[in-house]
């Protein structure tokens, strides 16, 4: 998957996760109207109430219209968050029992839809404009209720009075809608962090073994192999190091062109690969060009040569599709590393081996 791919997939999951949000956000909304219809009809509140309570729902069935039907998801998230904190929660505040009801809990669950719904200055804005509407409406209905007789009462007076059973209805009722509401969006949000987290883990997982890894073959490169070698204990004579060079390679990118020398260097490189047991502490390498450095574990010298001569003849073995004409080989030169005081000399002396094995006609193995 290229990265632009990945981005796609990217913007698209997020969008499908704004929109799970934006779901969940209308279906209380529509759940808040629906209740508060119910409980006006049976507490008898009033005709006032009902048509607020329809209100609210019809500016909800708007968002939805705007949403769904027209296809404009920006713009009824908009409307969304100023519908339900500037039109439904006011209308449906003052038309089911105010303060003394479970309004407040609605308050805070439409400021609190804000955060996933909007982004950037739009939700400040709005977050502004929300809790101001909120605070003049506890405002005015503790004014109503301190002041029965003055002017705010007079103009207020369609806000119903509810019993003490309907209040403790009402607010185990908002108790559960907007707890269910919170838990629901809560869990999309952590589902969305978690999902994040490990998206993101796992690209500087990627992004760490890109750097360790030669772009062309997939194998170590040459910074994490001396990197391998540093912490390789000095002197041990279980590791033997190993430097090969394809040979006649540059005939073969003369030849054959570029683009097949480096499917010869990958076909390699997967030899290698498949050889080498980087779980038991061993290593393969791009060193640089054509040349590739083994570093593999062996109790004895002998089996220590037979595991390269396998590679090296698997290697001279391969059949070219399209070429049958052309053979592969390289020429090794190995080292004991319990033989040399360090890694630079293990080097040094598997290179001269190497060339002894060019002088000495190629195909070979030197230690």
Not at 109 to 124: C, N
Not at 141 to 158: C, I, K, R, T
Not at 245 to 259: A, E, L, M, Q, S
């Amino acid at each position: 998957m290229n990265k632009r791919t990945r981005l796609t997939q990217a913007i698209k999951e997020q969008k499908t996760l704004e929109d799970r949000f934006f779901a969940v956000v209308v279906l209380v909304g529509l759940t808040i109207v629906t209740v508060s219809e119910i409980v006006t009809f049976i507490e008898d509140i009033g005709y006032i109430a009902n048509i607020g309570t329809a209100i609210g729902a019809l500016m909800l069935l708007i968002v939805v219209y705007e949403a769904y039907i027209r296809k404009r998801m920006e713009a009824a998230r908009v409307m969304l968050c100023y519908a339900f904190n500037c039109v439904v929660i006011p209308i449906t505040f003052f038309c089911c029992g105010g303060i003394n009801s479970g309004m407040p809990l609605y308050m805070l669950a439409g400021i609190f839809t804000l955060v996933p719904v909007l982004k950037g200055r739009q939700r400040i804005i709005c977050l502004l404009i929300s809790f101001t509407m909120d605070i003049v409406c506890i405002g005015l209905a503790y004014y109503v209720v301190q002041n029965p007789d003055g002017f705010v009462a007079s103009q207020l007076s369609f806000m119903p009075t509810l019993s003490e059973k309907s209040r403790y209805m009402d607010v185990v009722s908002s108790l559960l809608l907007i707890s269910l509401f919170i838990i629901i969006t809560t869990a999309l949000i952590m589902d969305a962090y978690q999902k994040e987290r490990a998206s993101r883990e796992e690209l500087l997982l990627k992004l760490d073994d890109l750097s360790k890894r030669d772009a062309l073959t997939g194998l170590y490169n040459r910074r994490e192999l001396f990197l391998f070698l540093e912490k390789m204990p000095a002197g041990d004579a279980q590791y033997y190091l190993c430097m090969t060079d394809i040979d006649h390679f540059k005939n073969v990118n003369d030849t054959y062109g570029h683009v097949f020398g480096d499917v010869v260097l990958r076909t390699l490189a997967g030899i290698l690969n498949e050889e080498v047991r980087s779980d038991a502490g061993e290593l393969a390498a791009r060193y640089g060009g054509e040349e590739f450095l083994i570093v593999v574990k062996a109790e004895t010298k002998a089996q220590a040569i037979e595991r390269v001569e396998r590679i090296r003849q698997r290697f001279s073995g391969t059949k070219w599709e399209g070429h049958d004409e052309l053979v592969t080989s390289f020429s090794g030169g190995m080292v004991c590393c319990g033989d040399v005081p360090n890694y630079t000399e293990a080097i040094s002396r598997a290179d001269k081996n190497l060339y002894k094995a060019k002088e000495n006609g190629r195909n070979r193995l030197e230690i």
